[in-house]
Structure formats: structure tokens, C-alpha cells
């Protein structure tokens, strides 16, 4: 009987939420490895308040992969005002059993596909300097408030924080490392910084896959696809084996959209990096509380990623 391959997801956010709707249909031992420096919204509120782990990122994707009814799955993304359901349901039980098994409990309430780790159970802090010299504390602040033509030049974690034993295990074990789209110096890259996640994806056997961004956002702005690839392989200090990207061209109404709000389409200037590149028509566009949404196709990008197993 053939063995079931192992395929880690590494990130945060949305990006992350997407790609295991699509892989959890595929007969696979599947690990999603969360960022845990949030610190905006609920889940900021939440850690400032009670010192717990921020919930947010961890309860997007136990809610992707969970198969139960589509009513508790609703509660757990469910609003009261500006505080969500699910990160206080989350929270509380990091209060009531531990640090080291909230995330289980949660995940056999939502009957989950796979498991979902956190990087670390380190409280840590994200920092980021500018090309300006203009230091930004916090994850808000690294996501949300550097200006157009501004450039990180580097971000970092205080206190240091340490790799959770299990997620360690889970990246050494793995056939094939994925790594998400989602906010490049917000959500992605501060994985990295987590010590001892360099070294086990090192001591990997695992391909690395990267699903290139659809879009750029402040940070990032007028970053082409070698420009992502550049940043994420200086943190990781190793190179990507293969990079996703889309190759659908978006609609004029979508384009307007994030140009509005300063954001652009990724160029994907690839082609002569020296990498195993993987086009399709990635880009679904979609109605969302009244705006349009770009997003990556869930089930075409996970059937992209299996024929890379």
C-alpha cells in the first residue's frame, strides 16, 4: 500500500485559507504551520488583553479544513461587533487546557482535515525597518503603514521565539513544503525568524513549492514575482524549487479595484531565474460585502501543487 504523502503549508491569513480548502480533498497527511505575531483586529485585542496566542490565522485555517456543518463553521467566523466568535472560543481554550493542546481541542470541535500547528508558542513582537530609517512595531504597523514608494529593508522578532516541537517534526517529516501567498512581511516571512524553522526545513527531504502572490499591497508595492521569490529565499536561506503562479489576465473592474487601494497586479518576470516554473489560470474574481475579491483558484492550485507529490 502506497504511503500517503506528508504536504506542510507555511503561512497566514487568507492566502493559507484558500490553498487548504483545496488540498484537504486530496487522500493526504496534511499540516498547516500558522504565524503567530498578529497582533490587529480581534486577535490583537484578544492578546493585549488576555496575553493569550493570537487566534485569528490558527481559526482561518481550522475553519478550511474542518467538516463539520456549515453552521459551526459560520460561528466560528461569526462577528459580534468587532470581537469574532471563533478567536474567543479559541483563546479560551488556550486558558483552559494550555498552550500545548488548544489547538487539538479546537480542531476536534471542528472535526478537522489534517492538523494546524503553530510556528511557535512564543509570545513575540514583529518589527520592521524602512529604506526611510523609519522604524514599524508591531504586526499593523509592518502590514499596514508603510507609504507607496517605501521599501523594507529588514524585519526581525523580540523576544526571540523558538519552533514548536511539533511543527518542527511535522516540517522535517514532510514531502513537499508549501509556501503560501499572503502578506510577504506581515505573515510569511516572519515564520522564518522563528528559530529552529530554518534548520528543520533544512534537514527536510521536502521540495520547497512557493504560490506566488495575486497582488502587491504597502510593502510591497510594484514588487514583480522575482521580487517575492528574492525576499522569501534570503529568509529561508535556501532556494524554492518550484514557484505557482497565475497566468489568467484579471478584469478591468478587479484592476481598478486594488489600484484604488494601492495595490498591483504581480508581474511575473520568471522566466529566466533558473526555476521549475508552473503557469495556469489561477485567478478566480468574486463578490464579497458588496466589493470584488481576487483570489487563487482552491481547487486548481491544490491539483497543481499533488502533481508536484
Wanted: glycine share 8%; with cysteine; hydrophobic share 40%.
Amino acid at each position: 500500500m502506497q504511503k500517503r504523502k506528508k504536504i506542510t503549508t507555511i503561512g497566514g491569513g487568507t492566502g493559507q485559507y484558500m490553498l487548504l480548502r483545496g488540498l484537504k480533498k486530496y487522500d493526504i497527511e496534511l499540516t498547516a504551520v500558522v504565524s503567530m505575531v498578529d497582533d490587529g483586529g480581534s486577535s490583537g485585542k484578544l492578546r493585549d488583553e488576555f496575553g493569550v496566542l493570537p487566534p485569528g490565522d490558527l481559526r482561518r485555517c481550522l475553519v478550511a479544513l474542518s467538516r463539520e456543518s456549515k453552521v459551526l463553521r459560520k460561528l466560528f467566523e461569526y462577528r459580534l461587533g468587532e470581537d469574532c466568535v471563533g478567536n474567543i472560543i479559541i483563546a479560551s481554550l488556550e486558558e483552559i487546557v494550555g498552550k500545548e493542546n488548544y489547538i487539538q481541542e479546537a480542531a476536534r470541535i471542528l472535526n478537522t482535515f489534517g492538523q494546524v500547528l503553530p510556528i511557535t508558542v512564543n509570545p513575540a513582537v514583529l518589527y520592521a525597518q524602512t529604506d526611510n530609517n523609519r522604524q514599524l512595531n508591531g504586526q499593523l504597523e509592518v502590514s499596514y503603514n508603510v507609504v507607496k514608494e517605501e521599501r523594507i529593508k529588514r524585519i526581525w522578532l523580540e523576544p526571540q521565539a523558538l519552533i514548536f516541537p511539533q511543527t518542527a517534526q511535522a516540517i522535517k517529516d514532510s514531502d513537499l513544503i508549501v509556501i503560501s501567498p499572503g502578506d510577504l512581511y506581515g505573515s510569511i516571512l516572519p515564520n522564518f525568524l522563528v528559530k529552529g524553522v530554518r534548520e528543520a526545513i533544512h534537514n527536510s527531504k521536502a521540495q520547497i513549492v512557493y504560490v506566488c502572490n495575486l497582488v502587491t499591497k504597502q510593502g510591497t508595492y510594484n514588487f514583480k514575482a522575482s521580487d517575492f521569490i528574492g525576499e522569501i529565499e534570503k529568509y529561508l536561506e535556501r532556494k524554492i524549487d518550484y514557484i505557482i503562479l497565475n497566468s489568467k489576465e484579471p478584469t478591468k473592474r478587479v484592476v481598478d479595484k486594488y489600484k484604488g487601494e494601492e495595490s498591483l497586479f504581480v508581474e511575473t518576470d520568471v522566466e529566466n531565474l533558473g526555476k521549475k516554473i508552473i503557469k495556469d489560470n489561477l485567478l478566480v474574481e468574486f463578490e464579497s460585502n458588496g466589493k470584488i475579491i481576487a483570489r487563487h483558484n482552491p481547487a486548481l492550485t491544490a491539483k497543481l501543487i499533488m502533481e508536484l507529490a
